[in-house]
Structures are given as C-alpha cells and as structure tokens.
C-alpha cells in the first residue's frame, strides 16, 4: 500500500506540473490581452475552478463540501483554515465558490513552474523578515478594500504535530478585525486518509470532506478580543475533527 501510495504521489506531482506547464501559456495571453486586475480575476478563477477540478479528477479525488451556502459571493472574507498536506491548497480552491488569494511563504516562489504563479497570483511574506510581514499585512488590507477574499492559514503552516490543530497565530484574527472583514472558517476533515503530512511523497484517489461554517463577523470587535475570537473558531474546527 505504501508503495502504490508513493507512485501515485509521484504522478501525482507530474501531472500537476504538467498542467501547471500547460496553464502558464493561458495565464500569460489572459494578462497581455487584459487589464490588471480583471486579468488576475481570469487567471485566478480559471486556477481555482478549471485547473484544479481537472487535476484532482484526474488523481482521483473527490471533494464533498458542506455548507458553501453560508457564504455570500458579493462578500470578502479572510478565510482560514487547517493546514495538515500539501494538497490543501487545491482543495481549498476546489471548496470555495468564488475566488481568493493565499498568503504565501516566500519560499515558494523557488519552486519550478508553480514558483512563477505563487509570484504572480499570490500575496507572498518572508517569515523571516519583520518589515516583510508588516507590508504583507498592508497588502492584505488593500486587497480586502479592493473586494478580494484573502485565505490564511492561522496554524502558520502545515500541523506536523499529533493532535487535530497547531497552536493558532493571531495575524489573520488581527487583519479581520482590523479591516472588518467577517471571517469564513473552512475545515478538511480527513486529509491525512488521502495525503499523510509525515511522509513527503504520500497520495491516493478518495473523497475529501470539507466544511463550512457560518461566518463571523468582526465588526466592532478590537485586538482584546483576539483570544476570544482564536478559541471561538478553534472550537468550532475541532468540533469537526476527530
């Protein structure tokens, strides 16, 4: 079983680059032909609902999403959520109805192919830099003002640690009550069936199951409430995990 689990990832990881390969040619008429931020609208909303329903079909996995209908399209979101494998971010895409842009570590613009659309579609931070996060946080706001959701992982990065969430940092509750922005809470519940987080190379075909919750609103709340709004949406997830 291992095995077989590491020969899919491995094409797995082909497969991605390939389309990834084959995308980057669509993405970059898309900018020439089009203005700005319309143009990053298109390449985003042909990533999250053409690319990557393509490439999870052809991996075999299936997404089972429950409570799309507590989100309002005409709405931006900070939206967060657990962070156990590297195939969250494509289900994350997959499970949202309209389209956001992830906060990404800086260290994926290293990465061949995919690197070059983290840069481009992504708002990216260098977690080693206090003046890169400080105008990452300026970003966000100006984002969020221009009408984008913006996904965050409040864990920080992928829970590598037995229990069902990692501690959460304050930086995605700080920017929702400080925009005012409500809160979209999204939770995968059985991710490590299909895509283990110890191991590197791990994938199988099966459904993933993600859940959304009412979202929360954040207006009138300060940065003293912050605990309050960490433990909130903290209950709220693991009351979905096992």
């Given amino acids: 079983m291992d095995f077989f ?11 991605f680059l390939l389309l990834m390969a084959v995308s980057i040619p669509v993405l970059l008429i898309n900018m020439a032909v089009t203005p700005g931020n319309t143009a990053l609208r298109r390449n985003i909303g042909y990533l999250h609902h053409v690319f990557t ?7 075999g996995i299936r997404t089972r999403i429950s409570g799309q209908e507590k989100l309002d399209p005409k709405r931006s979101y ?9 195939l969250d ?15 990404a570590k800086q260290e ?20 080693s830099s206090a003046m890169s996060r400080a105008r990452s946080v300026v970003d966000i706001k100006n984002q969020l003002a221009a009408g984008w959701s913006i996904f965050i992982y409040p864990e920080g990065g992928r829970n590598r640690t037995e229990e069902p969430l990692a501690p959460f940092f304050d930086g995605a509750f700080r920017i929702a009550i400080q925009t005012k922005a409500p809160l979209a809470i999204q939770t995968i519940l059985n991710i490590k069936n299909i895509s283990a987080t110890a191991r590197s190379l791990d994938l199988c075909p099966g459904t993933v199951h993600i859940v ?6 954040t207006a009138g709340l300060s940065a003293a409430d912050i605990p309050m709004l960490k433990e909130k949406v903290r209950d709220m997830m693991l009351a979905h995990l096992p």
Avoid: Q
């Fill in 5 to 15: 689990r590491k020969i899919w990832a491995i094409y797995g990881v082909l497969l």
């Fill in 89 to 103: 971010f494509i289900v994350n895409a997959d499970a949202f109805p309209g389209v956001f842009r992830f906060l």
């Fill in 108 to 127: 994926l613009h290293k990465v061949p192919v995919f690197g070059w659309v983290v840069k481009k579609m992504c708002l990216s931070v260098d977690r």
């Fill in 78 to 86: 900070v939206i967060i959520g657990n962070h156990n494998s590297s």
């Fill in 53 to 59: 329903p393509v490439f999870l079909t052809l991996v």
């Fill in 212 to 217: 959304w919750d009412t979202p929360i609103e």
